[in-house]
């Protein structure tokens, strides 16, 4: 007699399957395991993010992002002080493309800092939306205009406009 329940891929009833539990007695860290004899580092573990802090130098530089306030207004109160210590400065105006007059008074205003302390500022952008001010010691290669090339590390620490 054929098995109708077997027929049609269904359980049979009558018979009585047992069904076996298999425990995880490994620990409740929710890292990666593996069923080979290879072992896993979990790269989120404590040991190390200590470890790469511990092999990570500080950054002894900051990029400073200035965008227009509620008012329309750059302030740039105490800027010249952060690219003395080598800071980057990048000026978004972007959010001012519907007031070309209050933009361009803007972009006057951080291209009058750069000619008081003697920094060349850098346009990123087609439509000088995007200002960038190095700090002091900063290299900038106008000439390939590359960032972050090893070929800049090996010149004097000074800013190249050239």
């Known amino acids: 007699m054929v098995n109708l329940f077997k027929l049609l891929g269904l359980p049979d009833p009558n018979k009585t399957i047992s069904r076996t539990v298999k ?3 490994g620990s409740a860290n929710p890292g990666p395991r593996s069923n080979s004899r290879a072992e896993f580092h979990d790269l989120g573990d404590v040991l190390w993010s200590e470890r790469t802090d511990m092999l990570t130098p500080l950054a002894k530089r900051n990029v400073i992002y200035l965008k227009p306030d509620d008012y329309h207004r750059i302030q740039l109160a105490g800027i ?20 070309p007059a209050q933009r361009d008074v803007c ?24 200002l960038m001010v190095p700090g002091l010691g900063m290299r900038v290669d ?4 590359r960032l972050g090339m090893k070929i800049l590390e090996q010149l004097p620490s000074q800013i190249e406009s050239q």
């Open 23 to 25: 425990k995880n007695l």
């Open 107 to 130: 972009k006057r205003k951080v291209e009058h800092l750069g000619e008081r302390i003697g920094i060349p500022v850098f346009s990123l952008n087609e439509n000088d939306s995007l």
């Open 142 to 145: 106008t000439k390939s205009h």
């Open 80 to 99: 010249e002080t952060e690219l003395s210590r080598g800071n980057l400065l990048l000026v978004d105006i972007s959010s001012l493309s519907h007031m």
